[in-house]
């Protein structure tokens, strides 16, 4: 990937593991001044090293994305510590995995706050620095579970389905607006984070990401490409397309299908420890980085995403990518017709 964001100030909420602490690394090998934005300062300090080591500056934000006025304080400190904001990247997230009627209002209130609020916190701190400079980008980070839900995580579903709909009408706006800033979506599929080890669960075994699960340098490298080229979405991974397009042409195939797949699916052999940490209320201490505990099982390349972005690189072939996008859409109805 070209040296894009050599110098340019980059803010990434949730950057202090998992997805977010691929994207810092991503973005620091490309020579970017980063905004450090989680709440733990064990781990910022941890991944401001690992960015001065490969060659980028990197400055500690202790803050909760749920907490508007930490939000705002923060930007207002990148701005003044490194300069105007050129991209935003709100990746910040946290989920329970629970049947529904075993979640009590605070915690599905708090999941909603970090996850969904979050966003709109960081996406208002970013606007109102970019609105009037007329520049800059801000990244959403979504996943397919935003286009079709499943069960056992519908705090997290829930969030996801109103950052598509928020992005929506503020991507909107700023058409309407003439505006210059460009506002992206990056959908993923399941990803080897560190979520499946620290989030809240009521489950009777280990929580794990649905099968296939893709690294996280594979979001990192999609998200970062999404913050240098104005395209309205970015779907990481074929699952994340299979989901988008099932969604849209057999839900209730889906519906039975995951009702009847997705609770074994979500948990391992393992029972769940009686020590296990949780970050839902609280950062948990510890050396988490990017990687969960799913190397062994989990993809570090993506041909699907890597050759949609070749595609949109190439602006003559749209029209291409555009076709091969109906036809793949036409050979899925197909398929999941004959399935049904």
Not at 50 to 61: N, R, S, Y
Not at 83 to 94: E, K, Q, R
Not at 270 to 294: C, K
Request: glycine letters at 8%; charged letters at 20%.
């Amino acid at each position: 990937m070209e040296n894009s964001n050599q110098g340019k100030v980059v803010v990434v909420t949730g950057a202090s593991a998992g997805v977010g602490r691929a994207v810092v690394a991503e973005f620091a090998r490309q020579g970017a001044q980063i905004g450090l934005i989680a709440r733990g300062r064990e781990r910022l300090e941890a991944t401001k090293r690992e960015v001065e080591e490969l060659g980028g500056k990197a400055l500690v934000l202790p803050a909760d994305v749920a907490n508007a006025q930490q939000i705002e304080a923060a930007a207002d400190r990148v701005e003044r510590e490194l300069g105007p904001i050129d991209i935003w990247v709100n990746d910040a997230m946290t989920t329970i995995f629970a049947p529904f009627l075993e979640i009590t209002a605070d915690e599905f209130k708090r999941a909603t706050e970090v996850t969904y609020l979050g966003q709109v916190y960081g996406t208002m701190a970013a606007l109102k620095r970019m609105h009037p400079r007329n520049r800059g980008c801000i990244v959403q980070v979504g996943s397919a579970l935003a286009f079709r839900s499943i069960p056992l995580q519908s705090p997290y579903c829930g969030a996801k389905h109103a950052i598509v709909g928020f992005t929506d009408s503020i991507r909107s706006e700023l058409i309407h607006n003439g505006s210059a800033v460009h506002i992206t979506a990056v959908m993923l599929p399941a990803m080897n984070t560190p979520q499946f080890s620290w989030c809240r669960t009521r489950l009777p075994r280990h929580p794990q990401p649905v099968p296939p699960i893709f690294q996280p340098e594979v979001a990192a490298r999609a998200i970062v490409w999404a913050a240098s080229h104005k395209r309205r979405e970015v779907y990481v991974g074929w699952p994340t397309v299979e989901a988008i397009y099932a969604q849209e042409i057999a839900p209730s195939f889906a519906d039975h299908y995951l009702a009847k797949n997705c609770f074994e699916g979500q948990q391992t052999s393992e029972p769940v420890s009686p020590d296990r940490p949780d970050n839902l209320f609280e950062p948990v201490p510890g050396d988490y980085s990017a990687h969960g505990i799913f190397d062994d099982r989990a993809r570090g390349f993506s041909v699907q995403s890597t050759m949609n972005l070749e595609l949109m690189n190439l602006t003559a072939h749209r029209g291409l990518a555009a076709f091969a996008g109906i036809a793949l859409t036409g050979l899925l109805f197909v398929a999941l017709k004959r399935r049904g």
